[in-house]
C-alpha cells in the first residue's frame, strides 16, 4: 500500500467512532424522525425506476424498511449480501430475512451474483459522512468501493445515480478519501432532502 493510501486509511479510521457514538446516541423518536423524512424524500423520485439496489438497514441508520416495502411493490429492489473481501452479491427484497455476515440481515432468495447492481437505476448507499463533492465514508470494508468499481466497469462512464442517505449534520464533512474511493453523485437527508453533489 501506498504511503498516502496509508494515511487516508488511518485518517477514515480516526473518524468512524464518534460518528457511530452519535449514531448510536440518537433517541429513538429521532431516528423514526429521520427515516420517515427520508422516505418522503426519495419515495416519488425512486418508485418511478424499473430497478433500484438499496440495502437493509441497522436500527441506527437514516433508512426506514417500511420504504423499502413501498419500493419492492413498485420495482425490482435489490438487497446486499456480503460475501467476504470481494464486490456485494444481490437479492431480491424479501419480507423475512435472516442474519448474514457483520451483524446484518440478509434476505432469503437467489443470489443474483454480484454484476446485478449493472442492472440498477439507482444505487441507495449507506455512509457514515459524506464530503461535499461525494466522497464517503463506510464501515471500513470496502465493500461498497469494490461494488461500485464494478458497477462503473460494467456501465461504462455515463453519470450515475449515487445516492448515500446520511444525517443532516454527516453531510459536507471533510471526508479523507483516495483512487479507490467511489464518489455518490448525490445525498439524501432528513432536512436538506435529496442534494446532487457535484464532483
Ligand atoms: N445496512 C447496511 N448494510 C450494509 C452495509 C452498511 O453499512 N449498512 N455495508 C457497508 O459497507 C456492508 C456491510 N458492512 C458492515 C461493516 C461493519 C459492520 C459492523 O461493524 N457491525 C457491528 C454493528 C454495527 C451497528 O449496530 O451500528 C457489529 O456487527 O458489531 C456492519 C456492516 C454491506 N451491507
Ligand atoms: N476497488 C477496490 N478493490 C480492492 N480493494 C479496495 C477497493 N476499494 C477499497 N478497497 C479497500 O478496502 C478497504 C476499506 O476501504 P474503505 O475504508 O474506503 O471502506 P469504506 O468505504 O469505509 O467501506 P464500505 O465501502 O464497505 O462502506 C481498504 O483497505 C481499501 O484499500
Redesign the pocket.
Known amino acids: 500500500m501506498l504511503a498516502g ?1 496509508q494515511n487516508v ?1 488511518a485518517a ?1 479510521r480516526a473518524l468512524r467512532p464518534s460518528l457511530l457514538a452519535a449514531r448510536r446516541a440518537r433517541p429513538e423518536a429521532d431516528r423514526e424522525r429521520a427515516r420517515a423524512a427520508v422516505a418522503v424524500h426519495l419515495t416519488d423520485d425512486l418508485t418511478g425506476a424499473g430497478c433500484v439496489a438499496a440495502y437493509l438497514p441497522l436500527p441506527s441508520e437514516p433508512l426506514g424498511r417500511d420504504l423499502l416495502r413501498t419500493l419492492a411493490a413498485r420495482t425490482r429492489l435489490l438487497i446486499p449480501v456480503v460475501t467476504g473481501a470481494a464486490p456485494l452479491d444481490w437479492c431480491l427484497f424479501t419480507e423475512t430475512t435472516r442474519p448474514g455476515q457483520l451483524g446484518i440481515e440478509e434476505p432469503d432468495g437467489p443470489r443474483l451474483g454480484p454484476q446485478a447492481i449493472a442492472d440498477a437505476d439507482a444505487v441507495l448507499v ?1 455512509a457514515l459522512a459524506v464530503g461535499p463533492h461525494g466522497h ?11 461494488t461500485l ?1 464494478l458497477r462503473g466497469e460494467l456501465r461504462g462512464p455515463a453519470r450515475d445515480r449515487l445516492i448515500a442517505v446520511v444525517y443532516d449534520d454527516e453531510l459536507g464533512l471533510d471526508v479523507p478519501h483516495d483512487d ?2 467511489r464518489p455518490v453523485t448525490a445525498a439524501v437527508t432528513p432536512s436538506r432532502g435529496l442534494i446532487s453533489l457535484p464532483h
Not at 464501515?139 to 461498497?144: I, L, Q
Open positions: 493510501s486509511a477514515k449507506p464517503r465514508l463506510g464501515r471500513g470494508g470496502g465493500h461498497y468501493d469494490r468499481a479507490l474511493d
